[in-house]
């Protein structure tokens, strides 16, 4: 399928173990099947640990975490000061809505990584840790009343590769009928 530049890297972050906010870095390496080499959410099982202590036998769906630069934008109007990786998110964008893309969807990172859209980030309670009301802040509701998460989309890695700052990102849509991204 055909892919289209749509969009460009602002940060990409990394930190070994388990905190909630990630390090901005020169760049990371994407390593298929397992995600960000040297990140503590790196594995083929799930490493998320919440989800870990319920059944470790999952497949990993949160390789890596991406947000919109975009989101920085609104949530500064809201009072918040966000940075790249504040949110622990891997990888920032701009130029792309992440959330409007389908499960599926192949993003192209760089010269050679590939990355697969698995679902929404559920914003949960460490985001009102970090800062309060920002959980509050990174939800919204649609015209049905149905509730939007905007704190980043979720990926697995697919094909290895260098991702750095200014880096362009290709949008590959899945063929066949597209399901809508939902928390995972």
């Not at 530049?5 to 388990?18: D, E, F, M």
């Not at 947000?67 to 701009?94: H, W």
């Not at 992440?98 to 929404?120: C, D, F, N, Q, Y």
């Amino acid at each position: 399928m055909r892919t289209e530049s749509t969009g460009y890297i602002v940060a990409v972050c990394l930190r070994r173990g388990h905190h909630f906010s990630k390090t901005p870095s020169l760049s990371i390496r994407l390593l298929a099947g397992l995600g960000v080499e040297g990140d503590g959410h790196m594995g083929a099982l799930v490493q998320h640990r919440y989800d870990r202590r319920r059944d470790h036998a999952r497949p990993n769906l949160r390789q890596v975490h991406l947000i919109p630069s975009e989101l920085f934008d609104e949530l500064r109007a809201k009072g918040f000061t966000i940075q790249p990786g504040d949110l622990g998110e891997n990888v920032t964008t701009s130029g792309i809505d992440l959330a409007a893309l389908p499960t599926g969807t192949r993003l192209h990172l760089g010269k050679s990584a590939v990355i697969e859209l698995t679902g929404l980030r559920e914003p949960c309670v460490l985001m009102d840790r970090f800062h309060e009301g920002l959980k509050a802040a990174t939800l919204d509701r649609d015209a049905d009343d149905n509730v939007i998460c905007k704190a980043g989309v979720m990926a697995i890695v697919v094909a290895d590769g260098e991702v750095a700052p200014d880096d362009t990102i290709g949008v590959e849509l899945p063929e066949g009928q597209r399901r809508p991204l939902e928390p995972v």
